[in-house]
């Protein structure tokens, strides 16, 4: 006879007559936040009697933020005026602020830029990427090329011309249509593709790739080294987007040689909604990013007001217009929360597997058999920091959770999601939501 098996791929206890084993999991939960090194962070957020896990959608609210917020309303804004954007250190911000997201994401100093959406750096560098594989054409495969925007849309080289973009099939909707976009605007084929087919569909017609570091929907993490690795193979430049991923796993941008990347502030990194994206330009390829929508504030001399654009150096380049100071200062002061001893990127994945595994084991072993399938990966490797469990009626099903203090959210047709956001979800947390999960479809 086969062990009974939990949602993990686990098997679990069993009594001598070959029955499940009751197990203590709420004691188990009490031990387990007693030994989390991270728990004393969650007195950082306001937080009440809710079960919140959807802060893979919108980040709980760090709780010294607001003071800061009044400040820069108050005192920056409503006493110092136009002399904030120096002394106060308003326009620095956006490269002040991405200094401080890119160890987070595995990243130097000077290679990021924060402001716009997410939807908006997508674009930027989806076309950026386009215009430096022809330049690349043009010079020779990686060979030497002139300054950015030297070459026309359509490429010259003897070779192929790289018209092709490629984009994970699975992707968050935007995505789509900003490569959509993006596509018709360069004069480009958008072909979608899951990531796993990656690697066959490259060719020396493609240009550029923009994919997922995990999925939004199931919580699928995936290769980002070896996707890399491939794409730049074949040519073509990488962008990866780094919304689900950022804050809760690491990343590692340098270590790999990623390209491009970009990623919203207001989910792991609880920046608040609407907080301003981020953009990467790898350090080598900054002379040549070729931004789609040049700014005043991209301009190598902002305030010389000359008619002739001439983009500024670094990651400055990827910047457009005046940036959104309140929603700027309010995630600067989140980011605060990393400060604290013991946080790292690593101790938050740790926390993140474990906190995800116990979820799993909870609801294996509360849920009635068949009623609800786990969409997320078991292995670790595969997996990001959120749980999507597949359900009939899901919809329904997870506005019943939150009537019942369990909140997550649901995703079209039949998913319900869990994100697990290590900063201040605890093990009594998910095993409150198993029970409430179990009591709802029992």
């Not at 386009?130 to 690349?136: C, F, G, P, S, T």
């Not at 700014?295 to 000359?306: I, Q």
Request: charged share 25%; glycine share 12%; hydrophobic share 45%.
């Amino acid at each position: 006879m086969s062990e009974p098996l939990d949602l993990a791929g686990q098997a679990a206890p069993v009594d001598p007559a070959g029955q499940a084993a009751p197990v203590d999991l709420a004691g188990e939960a009490r031990r387990l936040d007693a030994a989390d090194v991270l728990a004393a962070l969650r007195e950082r957020f306001v937080l009440d009697d809710v079960t919140y896990l959807d802060g893979n959608s919108l980040g709980a609210l760090p709780a010294h933020v607001p003071a800061r917020v009044d400040d820069v309303v108050r005192r920056q804004w409503g006493e110092l005026r136009i002399r904030s954007w120096e002394e106060s250190g308003w326009w620095t911000a956006p490269e002040r602020i991405g200094d401080r997201i890119a160890p987070l994401v595995g990243a130097a100093a000077g290679q990021i830029v924060v402001g716009d959406s997410t939807s908006v750096n997508v674009f930027k560098a989806l076309v950026a990427a386009v215009r430096m594989a022809r330049e690349d054409g043009e010079a020779g495969e990686h060979g030497e090329a002139g300054e950015a925007g030297e070459a026309g849309e359509a490429g010259g080289g003897s070779g192929p011309v790289r018209d092709e973009i490629l984009v994970d099939a699975t992707t968050f909707p935007t995505d789509g249509y900003i490569a959509e976009s993006a596509a018709r605007m360069t004069g480009c084929a958008l072909r979608p593709v899951t990531p796993a087919e990656v690697p066959g569909a490259l060719g020396d017609r493609t240009a550029a790739v923009l994919l997922n570091h995990v999925d939004y929907r199931t919580g699928r993490l995936h290769d980002l080294p070896a996707l890399t690795r491939a794409v730049q193979a074949s040519g073509a430049y990488a962008v990866w987007d780094l919304c689900h991923s950022a804050g809760a796993l690491p990343v590692g941008l340098d270590e790999h040689g990623v390209d491009l990347a970009v990623g919203c502030t207001y989910k792991y990194l609880n920046g608040g909604p609407g907080s301003p994206a981020y953009l990467y330009v790898r350090r080598d390829l900054q002379p040549r990013f070729d931004s789609p929508l040049p700014g005043w504030n991209s301009h190598a001399e902002p305030f010389g007001m000359r008619s002739a654009y001439a983009p500024a150096s670094g990651a400055v380049r990827g910047r457009v217009g005046t940036p959104d100071i309140l929603s700027l200062l309010a995630l600067e002061a989140a980011l605060d929360v990393w400060d604290e001893a013991g946080v790292s990127v690593a101790a938050v994945r740790a926390k993140s597997l474990a906190l995800t595994d116990f979820f799993l084991r909870c609801v294996g072993a509360y849920v009635p058999p068949g009623r609800v399938e786990s969409v997320t990966p078991a292995a670790h490797a595969e997996r990001g920091s959120q749980v999507a469990l597949r359900c009939d009626d899901s919809g329904e099903v997870m506005k019943r959770l939150i009537e019942g203090g369990v909140v997550g959210d649901f995703r079209a047709p039949d998913v319900l999601r869990f994100g697990f956001t290590p900063l201040y979800v605890g093990f009594a947390d998910v095993e409150r939501a198993a029970r409430v999960l179990a009591r709802t479809l029992g």
